[in-house]
């Protein structure tokens, strides 16, 4: 301990024996309580001169006046106007082609235009679909690109002073409009505004009645609905079982399809026997004919019971196509086949008819009988004809029809017993849902009577409003209509001016940007301080002064060149606070801690930077410009430490700056816990390091410097 208090007083008095010594120590520690002054004042309040920025301002606004109100409100003129007395800024008011090309030019820095309906968007707060009173702002970035590195205030924390300003001009343009209303509903334009209402009034009070009425007959109609659903619902409930009674249905339907199959094969097949037998019935007929006219001279009697037999198979061909015509019909009694069999048997009975005429002319002689024989003949070919023209329709349309309809038949017999199950699932769900449906429907029906007996009771005092109204306009009594519109006319005019206020709360408040700045700059200036020391000053204890010591250790050199440093360093801290304190006035709400916090930071500060270059030499020196610029872009003097880089947000809390400024903020704006002392004692624990590098490490670190010094003389250069 001899050896160190020995050196630091040998360096003091040494210090104060030189002239030219003792100016550059002055010097030392006043430069860094100048710096943090000059930049603290400097930003003190950077936005005092905003009144120099030129804002544009283009009012385009067309004014509104509405029907119920006839008071012509203009509320872009009243902002322009209001904004000529503002000199926060400099307001310049021009066209928007104007303010939109002198902002792209950099004539301004930015422009608010005010659009034609902003009058008439304001006052649809008295309607039922708001809209918003937009006012466009533009603003020129490019113009101010620069501002938030140099000064870290940004565009946008000027922008946002704009929007303060502009909002607390606009605020006051309401003011003026809602007294402007008052003075419209105090004076004589309440009549009118009367009589408006009373028109509206009535209006309404018949709108509410019909809504009433409309209600109770919905009302009345849904309850009907329910009580028809519930039935539907009791007639469903009775057909869950009507799968069980469709059956034997079904099964009557099954033996009406085995019938009608039965029909139709009936009706082929008597089709396939009249066909076969007309066939060869007309060869027979035509034979026999013409055998009995032949023996006619020798046997008259056995010619006329030949014809007798033809007309007998003639007969029965006309049964075989009778069976076939009533097979036809049961099958289909609309089918096209039916008149070409009439046709048919027509014929074959003209053919019958012919062969009774022939064998009764038998006994009249040779001539009657050729002519018989012709007209027999004759008859033939026709019924031959209309049996073949029959037979062909048949082959062309009924045999094709009777096997689709089979088909159908086979397909409706395959889906009876499907249709069955369905049916009862139907029932069962159709059951539910018509009961369901029916609580729902009396919910409706209660819901429309009391909507019903609600509409007519506003319908009623509407009714009586309007009646009262008319009255005090029918007697001229104003101060009457004023208390039946409402006793207080600022009501009226609250409807255009009802600006929402923000009620701000500082926490742990700042008087001013200076003084919330004054931690950064304060520390700034301390570290910079330190570096001048180790620049100007020798760090390494000569061989001379080492003689006058009693055999020093490495450690008692470095303690003892570093008390002059820290001397100066504290010296530095102390004008610093004291200037802050009582020159600039910068807040601070604990004085003595103020003071605590500042030393506390000369001294971590002067020891990092003296034993970075007791060890390290002129490399020492960089390193410490190097930690300056971490912390100047780390430590959130200016910016939050969020906004940075992933890498200043890592090695943030172990940067010096972060806890002396966190120590130095709560002196200044209030100490929340034991925050002031935890910051402190983090500044402090980064001593640990900077003690070991140069107590612990002493010997290694001065060999590797030794080296290192040795080959950099080599170079002749460095």
């Known amino acids: 301990m001899r050896n160190i208090a ?23 520690v006043l430069v860094p309580p100048l710096y943090a002054w000059f930049t603290t004042a400097g930003f003190w309040d950077p936005y005092d001169n905003t009144g120099n920025i030129k804002v544009a301002v283009a009012n385009e606004d067309e004014g ?96 946002q002073q704009i929007d303060e300003t502009f909002s607390k001009t606009v605020g006051d343009v309401a003011l003026g409009t809602t007294s402007d209303l008052i003075g419209f509903v105090n004076g004589d334009g309440i009549a009118a505004y009367g ?21 109770r007959a919905f009302g009345a109609l849904v309850g009907s609905t329910s009580t028809l659903a519930r039935a539907s619902a009791d007639v469903l409930g009775g057909a869950d079982g009507a799968g069980a009674a469709v059956t034997p249905l079904l099964d009557e339907a099954d ?45 008259p009697g056995a010619a006329q019971g030949v014809l007798d037999a033809a007309s007998g198979d003639v007969q029965g061909v006309i049964d075989a196509y009778r069976a076939l015509r009533a097979s ?12 070409r069999v009439d046709q048919a048997i027509l014929e074959l009975a003209n053919l019958q008819g012919s062969i009774i005429d022939a064998s009764e002319a038998l006994g009249q002689g040779a001539a009657d009988a050729e002519k018989a024989r012709t007209e027999v003949t004759a008859r033939i070919d026709e019924a031959r004809s209309a049996v073949e023209d029959l037979h062909a329709s048949y082959d062309a349309h009924l045999r094709d029809e009777a096997a689709a309809l089979a088909d159908t038949l086979e397909h409706v017999r395959s889906s009876s017993t499907e249709l069955a199950a369905q049916v009862d699932a139907t029932a069962r769900s159709l059951s539910e849902t018509s009961s369901s449906l029916g609580d729902n429907l009396d919910e409706v029906a209660s819901s429309l009577a009391s909507t019903a ?9 509407l009714a009586a409003a ?107 801290a102390t004008i610093v606070a004291t200037g802050n304190v009582f020159f600039l006035g910068v807040q601070c709400d604990h004085v003595l801690l103020y003071y605590v916090a500042t030393w506390a930071a000369a001294l971590v500060f002067t020891n990092l930077v003296y034993t970075l270059t007791v060890s390290f030499g002129n490399i020492g020196k960089a390193c410490a410009i190097i930690l300056l ?39 200044m704006a209030g100490i929340y816990g034991n925050q002031y002392w935890q910051s402190i004692g983090q500044l402090l624990a980064l001593l640990a390091p900077s003690l070991f590098l140069g107590l612990v490490l002493r010997r290694p670190v001065i060999r590797l410097n030794d080296y290192v010094l040795r080959k950099l003389a080599e170079t002749k250069v460095v």
């Open 195 to 215: 009589s408006a209402v009373d028109a509206q009034l009535a209006q309404a009070a018949d709108e509410l009645s019909g809504a009433a009425s409309q209600a």
């Open 466 to 572: 309007r009646t009262s109204l008319s009255a005090a306009l029918a007697s001229g009594d104003t101060g009457a209509v004023r208390a039946i519109i409402g006793s207080d006319p600022a009501r009226i005019a609250q409807f255009l001016a009802a600006p929402t206020q923000l009620d701000r709360h500082a926490v742990w408040p700042m008087a001013d940007n200076g003084s919330a700045m004054s931690p950064f700059y304060t520390s700034l200036s301390l570290w910079i301080g330190a570096i001048f020391m180790v620049a100007l000053m020798q760090v390494v204890v000569s061989p001379r002064r080492q003689a006058q010591l009693d055999h020093p250790t490495p450690g008692q050199l470095y303690l003892g060149r570093y008390g002059v440093f820290l001397v100066l360093g504290l010296a530095q």
């Open 629 to 667: 610029v971490l912390q100047l872009a780390g430590s959130g003097g200016i910016f939050p430490v969020q906004m940075s880089a992933e890498f200043f947000q890592a090695v943030y809390p172990w940067l010096p700056f972060t806890h002396s400024m966190e120590a130095l903020q709560s002196a």
């Open 328 to 339: 036809l019909d049961q099958a289909d009694p609309t089918s096209p086949l039916l008149p």
């Open 255 to 299: 033996t009406g399809i085995n019938d009608a199959t039965e029909a139709l094969k009936g009706a082929a097949s008597a089709a396939d026997a009249a066909f076969a037998q007309a066939e060869a019935g007309f060869e027979d007929v035509a034979s026999a004919v013409n055998e009995a006219l032949d023996a006619l001279e020798k046997a």
């Open 64 to 159: 509104y006046q509405s029907d119920l109100i006839p008071v012509k409100v203009n509320a872009g003129e009243s902002v322009a106007s209001a904004l000529r007395a503002n000199d926060q800024f400099d307001w310049v008011f021009v066209s928007e082609e104007e303010a939109v090309e002198g902002l792209k030019a950099g004539s301004y820095y930015a422009a608010i235009v005010i659009p034609p309906s902003f009058s008439k968007d304001l006052l649809t707060v008295l309607t039922d679909h708001v809209e918003h009173a937009d006012i466009v702002y533009y603003v020129n970035q490019k113009e101010n690109a620069i501002a938030p590195r140099v000064t870290g205030a940004g565009a946008s924390a000027l922008e």
């Open 6 to 28: 020995r050196l630091f007083l040998l360096d003091l008095r040494h210090l104060m024996d030189n002239a030219i010594a003792a100016i550059v120590v002055v010097g030392l």
């Open 453 to 461: 007996e609600v509409l007519g009771r506003a319908a009623d005092d």
